[in-house]
């Protein structure tokens, strides 16, 4: 009962994982992002958003009017059946609607609910409507992306994927909790909790050290030299995560790891900006093959900055499985991202494309109907 990206995109997950996934949505015009384009792909008619069908795999479609008996007595029948509920209405919404916690728990005391807010379920401002970018410039993220003095927002929505994989987490833990007590829970989180619980060692320099962040464009906050450079013929990155690294760079780079401006990582990072101007005055001399060659036999670590075609057309995105075939209704064979984890031993998923609304309503009816 999820629609846009955050619940979606924690369905998707658990499809992935094997669970079968049943999407209700809401009659003619289904999941907001249908209509998030361009670009659309398909028929005038039949025209389908690639938002959409970045976070709707392995799914089935149903859909049903939640505000009339026979779409209430669809979700209470589908409830009973189900073991996970997703869902990431505004607070109240589903209370309103005759399914808060206590009537989902008496339906299915069972049910494992995950539900995803934009601020919490409450607090001060508990219910407030969420979009991606605004939690993201509500959490802090955009004041640490970017060059200093200029706020920039993350190239995907990362907050709404991430509180679908922190929700993914907590429904997997709140099954396997379910197997001792055989009672559910109710799983919470929200783009700003999933967004702060990234902060990482740019949280701890505020709370521990009082050091507010700020953006520091394409190089690392703490550690140097760590980020974009410019070759001969283009970008290139490297990240010297050590002493022993530096050292072994520095002689790549023509400088002198014990030069008292850049001889212990504090210093490097105090003068950053010199070590940088120092760097790609060599850079310039060569391409960036002949840098990342140099590097990668020095055991530094490096790498280009590609764009997505040629992700998705490189040899090592392929063979991970990150990108996987599935034959669409109505698109026909199109190929689609695919799902970062592998599993050991374990038979290679057959995943399905993302459905048509209301695609699978008579087969998902037949089947409660058939239920004890």
Not at 188 to 201: D, I, K, M, P, Q
Request: with cysteine; charged share 25%.
């Amino acid at each position: 009962m999820s629609r846009a990206l955050a619940g979606p995109h924690a369905g998707m997950m658990l499809g992935d994982l094997g669970a079968r996934v049943i999407k209700v949505e809401a009659p003619e015009h289904g999941d907001d992002s249908r209509g998030w384009g361009p670009p659309f792909v398909g028929s005038a008619e039949q025209r389908m958003s690639t938002y959409y069908l970045s976070c709707n795999r392995n799914k089935e479609s149903v859909t049903a009017d939640l505000k009339s008996d026979e779409g209430r007595d669809f979700l209470t029948r589908l409830v009973q059946r189900a073991d996970v509920l997703v869902e990431n209405f505004r607070t109240g919404v589903l209370d309103r609607l005759g399914f808060g916690v206590e009537r989902l728990h008496e339906i299915n005391p069972k049910l494992v609910i995950l539900s995803i807010t934009g601020f919490g379920h409450d607090g001060p401002e508990g219910g407030r409507a969420g979009y991606d970018q605004i939690a993201q410039g509500e959490a802090g993220l955009m004041s640490i992306t970017g060059e200093p003095g200029q706020p920039t927002k993350v190239g995907v929505p990362i907050a709404d994927l991430l509180s679908g994989m922190y929700g993914t987490s907590g429904v997997l833990a709140a099954l396997l909790e379910r197997e001792r007590t055989g009672k559910g829970r109710v799983v919470r989180t929200s783009l700003l909790a999933s967004v702060v619980g990234v902060h990482a060692f740019q949280g701890t320099r505020w709370t521990v050290a009082g050091d507010v962040p700020e953006g520091t464009g394409n190089h690392h906050a703490s550690i140097a030299p760590y980020g974009l450079f410019q070759a001969a013929d283009g970008a290139l990155q490297v990240a010297v995560g050590s002493e022993t690294q530096w050292r072994a760079f520095a002689g790549i780079v023509g400088l002198d790891p014990d030069d008292s401006r850049f001889a212990t990582n504090a210093d490097r990072v105090q003068n950053r900006q010199e070590l940088i101007g120092e760097i790609e005055r060599t850079f310039a001399a060569a391409s960036t093959d002949h840098w990342l060659d140099l590097l990668e036999k020095a055991g530094i670590a490096s790498g280009k900055v590609r764009t997505l075609d040629q992700v998705y057309e490189w040899d090592q995105t392929r063979s991970q499985g990150l990108l996987i075939d599935v034959e669409h209704p109505v698109l026909g064979s199109m190929q689609l991202p695919g799902p970062p984890l592998r599993v050991d031993g374990g038979q290679p998923r057959e995943h399905v494309a993302p459905p048509m609304l209301g695609e699978h309503d008579e087969s998902v009816r037949a089947w409660l109907d058939e239920s004890p």
